[in-house]
């Protein structure tokens, strides 16, 4: 046995293994080190290693057979052992392996010691950046860029907890179902190409990772149809996901099932009206050119059956003739207004019909079998909330009309066209006039979100149709009936006088009783420290809540910022997190926060349910309690030697600044404010609480951020009053993009920028 091992050593085989095997091994070692370095992942050191795998072998095979001798490379059977180069020179070959093993354990120690800390330095340095990155595009709305960068960097995340970091950054876990189960989802950033999708699984599933934003889902199971949907996703509204999938051949193809539910209508100038709708059926696209050819073709103009509704004109009711007479084309024949000789332009087979009258749009619905959507319907299955993600995406600013669903700028349930095109007549009368719904390739960008009414006989070659089917499903009467607007004018309204507005004041006025402030609760995050306050409110022998959020990385006195919420506060019954402020930007720069806990808000849950109730004097009673929370909230700061309460900031958003007005006249103690997303209400209030009253005595410097096509608070009817109004000599107007929120890395640079010029300069 011992002469065989002898005789081995001897071999060339041998000796060529363990050369080989290291060599080997520093390859892979310095491969590891360099390759992250110029970029290459994982996937690129682990090729190597095989490649270096499979050549081991015929590098053996070659060894065994052949050897170098003297007079050259034999065959092993050939050799006299006593002439080959390793016989004689083994000793030194022996030596040359000893001194690549000496340099592979010196290599070994060395980047151990020495490279291991920096490479683990550098990996830290590389994924804190990378997550940072990442955060910054999450905070500019750029959900798909955001997405894609993660998808980038989490192969090199060797932390773990870093690693979710990531994707809880630019992703959200919920729960997807189908009906039937069993189908199989794949997801994609919504602005994005089906080459980005990726497989998520099969139905059931408790914990689908969806892209921020509006992910778009694609769901599919055989024998059944492909379901191709979008989801707003945010922590705002995170809830698990059920989708019905249909049999293939049980909706039309030209039509989508939009699951019904219960939701609020929030059209600027229109009552906010709470409806519950059932399930139904509504056009994928805009009725085409192609198809509304077949309804002139087959006498539709001509045949009374389809014209059911009574011709109304300026109060007086015409005879069908009379009033079919006005609906011929360019060449005086039935048809569209922009046709000519009863056809449709050359070219324009599947572009949306246009120019035509909601007497056309419905007349067309009864021939085509189906129906106009009633304003319920059609905001249901356009979502005007998700404006950020559709516009951008949809036919504005063109030069005409495009083939129905060529942009790409779908609503929720994978409806083409609903936001531009052309604008799409609703059911619902609206004084003398009809809805026309979504705006037009020429419309601005703010009319997707208008609830836009005109006449009847209208027939801009803007106006379109879009058709539904309710399936029989129980509606709501009132779904159809006419819906009147409550705008309210303010071209012609004006805040009451002085002498009025004195005795509004009054109401706010509360007696300067003790505090009786406790610190209950201290939690420490990150950033900042939160202390939870309770203290006496200046009504009811209530208690007041006020969180105060300071910055561990700053030195006081800290300047105060006092934020308002949005509506969401009313709705939802426990306040945010230690960790989960909306605007972290503040007490990362410096600043301490102070949110109230507002009578009616979060955990201080009222008989309040509604943002606005015009008639009730329960809301009116609240907005003076609410000035009331905030005045001693202020009181409050007064007794803490590390805020620098002569220099106060306030902010609010959407719902908070629609009330700013109230707030920031009644309290002098402000110095400054950023209104975020708010504007004039469009309803009829108590003058007591009305903005509009308290708008001119708003003195204190004021910048208001919002969105031209914001559909909560409409830049012409809203927006623009709420500014004229305002009484401060500093003051500005800044428009961003997006939706009713803009995009969180502008609001910083916004808001930061307005607080350093009237806050850091005050005087001490």
């Not at 980038?152 to 729960?175: H, K, M, Y």
């Not at 389809?306 to 039935?334: E, I, N």
């Not at 969180?547 to 030195?555: G, K, R, S, T, V």
């Amino acid at each position: 046995m011992m002469s065989f091992f002898a005789d081995l050593e001897q071999r060339n085989v041998f000796r060529v293994a363990a050369a080989y095997l290291v060599v080997a091994w520093l390859i892979v070692q310095v491969v590891e080190t360099v390759f992250p370095a110029f970029g290459y992942g994982d996937e690129s050191i682990r090729n190597i290693v095989i490649a270096l795998g499979v050549a081991f072998i015929p590098v053996l095979v070659f060894a065994w057979i052949f050897e170098l001798t003297p007079e050259g490379l034999k065959k092993e059977k050939d050799i006299d052992r006593s002439q080959s180069i390793i016989h004689t020179t083994g000793r030194k070959l022996d030596f040359v392996i000893i001194g690549l093993l000496i340099v592979a354990l010196g290599y070994f120690a060395f980047d151990k010691i020495v490279l291991d800390p920096k490479r683990d330095a550098l990996a830290t340095v590389n994924t804190v950046a990378g997550l940072a990155e990442v955060r910054d595009l999450v905070g500019e709305d750029r959900y798909a860029d955001a997405y894609a960068r993660a998808r980038e960097l989490d192969p090199i995340f060797t932390d773990e907890s870093l690693r979710q970091q990531l994707w809880s950054a630019v992703s959200l876990n919920v729960g997807l179902t189908s009906a039937p189960p069993g189908a199989d989802v794949w997801t994609r950033p919504y602005i994005s190409s089906e080459d980005d999708r990726e497989h998520l699984g099969r139905t059931p599933m408790d914990a689908a990772r969806l892209p921020l934003g509006m992910p778009r889902l694609t769901l599919e199971l055989d024998g059944y149809r492909t379901l191709h949907v979008a989801k707003a996703m945010s922590e705002w509204w995170m809830e698990d996901i059920t989708y019905r999938l249909e049999p293939l051949g049980s909706v039309p193809d030209d039509m989508v099932r939009v699951q019904g539910g219960s939701f609020e209508v929030y059209f600027p100038g229109f009552e906010i009206q709470t409806i519950e709708l059932p399930d139904f059926l509504i056009d994928t696209t805009e009725v085409t050119n192609r198809q509304y050819q077949r309804f002139v073709d087959a006498g539709g103009y001509s045949d009374p059956k389809y014209w059911k509704q009574p011709f109304v004109k300026a109060g007086r009711r015409l005879t069908v003739d009379g009033a079919l007479k006005m609906f011929v084309d360019q060449t005086g024949r039935p048809g569209p207004s922009h046709w000519e000789v009863g056809r449709y332009p050359d070219g324009m087979a599947d572009n949306p019909v246009g120019g035509i009258s909601w007497y056309e749009a419905a007349a067309y619905a009864r021939f085509a079998g189906k129906q106009l959507p009633t304003l319920y319907h059609w905001y249901w299955a356009a979502k005007p909330y998700m404006t950020q993600f559709m516009v951008p995406l949809s036919n504005f600013g063109g030069e005409g009309t495009a083939p129905v669903g060529t942009f790409a700028g779908t609503s929720l349930s994978e409806t083409y066209d609903m936001a531009g095109n052309v604008r799409e007549w609703a059911w619902n009368q609206s004084g003398e006039g009809r809805f026309l719904l979504g705006g037009g390739w020429s419309d601005p960008e703010y009319m997707f979100t208008d609830a836009n009414a005109q006449s009847p006989f209208d027939r801009n070659e803007l106006n379109g149709i879009r058709l539904m089917d309710p399936l029989g499903g129980a509606i709501a009467s009132f779904a159809y009936d006419p819906i009147e607007p409550h705008f309210r004018d303010y071209t012609v309204e004006r805040p009451v006088s002085d002498e009025i507005f004195e005795v509004y004041r009054r109401l706010y006025a509360y007696d300067p009783t003790p505090l009786n402030a406790d610190v209950v609760e201290r939690e420490v995050v990150e950033h900042w420290t939160r202390e939870k306050i309770e203290l006496d409110a200046a009504y009811e022998s209530e208690r007041l809540t006020v969180f105060l959020y300071i910055p561990n990385d700053a030195e006081p006195p800290y300047t105060p910022i006092i934020y308002f919420p949005s509506s969401d506060a009313i709705y939802t019954r426990e306040s945010p997190a230690a960790d989960a402020f909306l605007f972290p930007f503040l007490i990362r720069s410096g600043h301490a926060v102070v949110i109230p806990v507002f009578r009616g808000t979060y955990e201080r849950e009222t008989a309040l349910r509604y943002e606005t109730q015009p008639d009730s004097n329960i809301y009116r009673d609240h907005v003076i309690q609410w000035s009331k929370d905030l005045g001693r909230s202020i009181d409050f700061l007064e007794t803490r030697p590390d805020i620098a309460v002569n220099r106060i900031g306030y902010l609010s958003l959407s719902w908070g600044s629609e009330l700013a007005p109230v707030m920031i006249a009644i309290e002098p103690r402000i110095t400054a404010s950023v209104l975020i997303s708010g504007g004039m209400l469009m309803n009829p209030i108590s003058p007591e609480v009305d903005p509009l009253n308290f708008l001119p005595r708003v003195r204190i410097p004021t910048r208001m951020i919002n969105i031209p096509n914001d559909f909560m608070f409409s830049l012409k009817l809203s927006q623009k009053p709420f500014y004229e109004f305002l009484g401060a000599d500093a003051k500005d107007h800044v428009l961003l993009e997006g939706g009713h929120i803009p995009p969180m890395n502008s609001v910083a640079r916004e808001t930061l920028d307005w607080f350093d010029q009237y806050l850091r300069s005050a005087p001490e």
